[in-house]
């Protein structure tokens, strides 16, 4: 079974960046579209952005510019870089397998505050 260990979240000032890294156990990695989501207190998880072994990429519009999903499937490791930070990107990240909805992981808590 899989699962999913996010990292990198903290606290940064408007304008800043981040990278988090989501590291999956298993040896089936690369059949999985992996995702970013984000919940902030109050709301409905998010979707920030997927990416495809194969390199499909899909931003939600909020992100569109400015964040950057990547994966490294020798590492097993899918990565949001984010950037030019907005006090309404701040909310816990999820990573998830695309089509999977039975788990979730405690996430990275991500606050851009100045």
């Known amino acids: 079974q899989v699962q999913l260990v996010e990292s990198g979240g903290g606290l940064v000032q408007p304008g800043g960046s981040l990278r988090l890294s989501c590291v999956a156990s298993?040896?089936?990695?690369?059949?999985?579209?992996m995702g970013w989501y984000r919940q902030a207190p109050g709301k409905q998880r998010e979707m920030v952005a997927t990416?495809?072994?194969?390199?499909?990429?899909n931003y939600a519009d909020s992100v569109k510019g400015r964040f950057t999903i990547s994966r490294d499937n020798d590492k097993n490791t899918v990565y949001l870089q984010m950037n030019s930070l907005k006090p309404e990107d701040t909310a816990v990240y999820y990573c998830?397998?695309?089509?999977?909805?039975?788990?979730w992981g405690q996430g990275t808590q991500v606050t851009v505050s100045s």
């Open positions: 998830q397998i695309i089509g999977r909805t039975d788990s």
């Open positions: 990416i495809a072994s194969g390199g499909t990429i």
């Open positions: 298993g040896k089936f990695f690369m059949l999985y579209v």
